[in-house]
């Protein structure tokens, strides 16, 4: 999608998405109204910003590392925000319900991450960049 605003509206709505499918999934995932917004935002600006720094000195071609620093870096992610934010607003309770949350979060990531690395469709009478 080219734009560093277009990626990071994409991964907040990746975000937004599994976020609020996590907390109706798990008992041990609160996040209220009022600070998912701030949660969304924090943990957006986590992500794209550790996984620039990742993409930018890992290998691109070791799928592997790819993949556990993915996890790694979404758990990170996770538990600073779950750190910053107060518990009222955003607490995560219990390994299983970590290891879920980050799982669908990650999962989340991954699909921002083919979406958003698919070149542009090609518009009919304009001339490629």
Known sequence: ??????????????????LVLCAWLFDGFTITWGWLIAAII???ALTVT?????????NRFTRGYTIVGGLV???LALV????IVPASGFEVHGWGTWIGVIA??????IAYGEVDHQA??????????
Not at 1 to 18: D, H, K, P, R
Not at 80 to 83: E, K
Not at 120 to 126: A, I, L, M, N
């Open 50 to 58: 550790l996984r620039s720094i990742v993409v930018n000195t890992v």
């Open 73 to 75: 870096l979404t758990a």
């Open 80 to 83: 600073v925000t779950d750190w």
């Open 42 to 44: 924090l943990f957006t």
């Open 104 to 109: 669908i979060v990650w999962a989340a990531g």
């Open 120 to 129: 542009p469709r090609e518009v009919p009478g304009q001339s490629p960049s």
């Open 1 to 18: 999608m080219g734009s560093l605003g277009t990626s990071v509206l994409i991964s907040a709505a990746a975000n937004a998405v599994s």
